[in-house]
């Protein structure tokens, strides 16, 4: 599965360059998410510590004036949801004992806190959820319980108060001493949320999808002519006709577009002029051929006038086959989709007929897009070959992932591998049975190979044991 992620991925620009952009605006997200946690988690800390220190001072002026027998009731009753008041004998001794002691109070819910948590009352009084979670015990409380330092708000009102931290820090408390010994206590406590609970979650989310989506717009735009250009490229690669590139866009995309016309016309003069250049020297040739021909023929000497007649004649089949050659790779044979099948099999019956030994083993049905008559030409040269230096061919179509290949197989005396790559050459002749009297001029493979990679592929020669394989590798 990894393998053909990596495959897709590296065969996309535009999901590198989606992935990309939603990579980093993922990271740039996160560490701003964790910078703004982190900022409001410290401006609570501070906000609930100060507000504690101001409630507290408030409370304590106002126990300290009210009638004996009312100081626990109003203490009880400036209580809320997330924050307890109450009155002890005497200051804890460990900010573990007064952390154990803030847990039972936070355990009673607020409604039967404020009215004394008498069964009575509890039993008309509403229910009220407590932000203790439930099953929870006192070491929820104890948990990072430490004396912290006092805050400067309350440090200058209150110069003997104690602060503290517990729970995690989730949880802020204060003792502050009354004048007859006892001592007024105030536990904050309220479970921060998790940061998936807000909506920075869903604000990352959406600009996330936004961004895919302008992102995606954004890649579409540059890609489209960049596959534009690849389809052409292809093309051209094929020997097709290609219309000009519209040369639009950003300039980077359009300055591509404006080279690969440029690039085109060149190699359309390029060839136009050799083609040209080659007609008109091979046509200068014939008229001193002719002449050498006529006074070769008023030879009296026969056996001379037979070498010289000889030679004259493979000259003229070199400068045919020259000229054979570059009008095949200037050819503007339409290119259309075939049966790749039938043409192989239909080469291989005529040959058949006219007494050739070639057996075509039959495959699956193949369509093909390429010029026919430039490959029939191609498949013709590589059976007769192996029929005139193997004695027979076998002919078969197999396909891979990426290439159609049409083999040929004889049994004959092959190609030494140091040559397979020579034989391309132009007016290259193998010594032996693949001399100049049995082998032409030496443009057969030559041409061969020219039609071949005008389709975008190539010829592959390889030994066999005996013999040798010979390969039209066409792009699937």
């Not at 110069?159 to 206590?185: H, K, Q, V, Y």
Request: proline share 5%.
């Amino acid at each position: 599965m990894m393998k053909r992620l990596l495959i897709f991925w590296q065969k996309s620009l535009s999901i590198q360059l989606l992935v990309s952009m939603l990579l980093t605006l993922l990271v740039s997200q996160f560490i701003g998410l964790g910078i703004s946690w982190n900022k409001f988690r410290t401006d609570l800390y501070t906000t609930v510590r100060t507000e504690l220190a101001s409630r507290a001072q408030a409370v304590a002026r106002l126990v300290e004036t009210v009638p004996a027998g009312f100081d626990d009731e109003i203490a009880r009753v400036n209580s809320t949801d997330f924050t307890r008041f109450w009155i002890s004998q005497k200051p804890a001794s460990s900010p573990e004992q007064w952390a154990t002691e803030a847990f039972h109070q936070f355990e009673t819910p607020l409604g039967m806190f404020l009215n004394g948590a008498t069964p009575d009352v509890a039993a008309t009084t509403p229910a009220y959820m407590t932000p203790v979670p439930e099953g929870a015990g006192p070491e929820l409380f104890l948990q990072g319980t430490t004396l912290t330092s006092t805050a400067p708000q309350t440090a200058r009102v209150m110069p003997s108060a104690t602060t503290l931290d517990f729970a995690n820090r989730e949880g802020a408390g204060l003792i502050m001493p009354l004048g007859d010994g006892r001592a007024l206590n105030v536990a904050y406590y309220k479970r921060l949320p998790s940061i998936w609970a807000t909506h920075l979650p869903f604000a990352l989310a959406l600009t996330a999808v936004l961004v895919a989506l302008i992102g995606a717009m954004t890649v579409r735009r540059i890609s489209r002519p960049l596959g534009r250009l690849t389809k052409a490229a292809e093309t051209l690669g094929r020997g097709e006709a290609v219309l000009p590139l519209r040369e639009s866009g950003p300039n980077d995309i359009r300055r591509t577009a404006e080279a690969f016309n440029l690039m085109q016309e060149r190699l359309h003069r390029f060839v136009t002029d050799r083609t040209r250049m080659l007609g008109a020297i091979g046509h200068d040739l014939r008229t001193p051929l002719t002449t050498l021909r006529l006074r070769a023929e008023m030879v009296e000497d026969a056996d001379l006038q037979k070498r010289m007649l000889d030679t004259i004649d493979e000259m003229q089949a070199m400068i045919d086959a020259t000229l054979a050659l570059a009008r095949q790779e200037s050819t503007s044979e339409e290119t259309r989709t075939i049966d790749l099948s039938a043409l192989v099999e239909s080469v291989c019956e005529d040959l058949a007929e006219i007494g050739q030994p070639v057996r075509f083993i039959e495959g699956q049905r193949i369509n093909y897009r390429c010029r026919p008559d430039g490959l029939r030409r191609t498949i013709r040269n590589l059976v007769e070959n192996a029929v005139r230096y193997g004695g027979h061919a076998e002919v078969r179509l197999q396909t891979t992932d990426a290439a159609i290949e049409i083999v040929v197989d004889d049994d004959g005396p092959g190609i030494p591998i140091d040559k397979t790559e020579e034989v391309f050459a132009p007016f290259f002749r193998l010594e032996g049975s693949r001399s100049r009297e049995t082998g032409g001029v030496g443009l057969g493979l030559s041409i061969s190979r020219a039609i071949a990679r005008q389709h975008g592929g190539d010829i592959i020669l390889s030994p066999r044991e005996p013999g040798l394989r010979a390969a039209i590798v066409l792009p699937a």
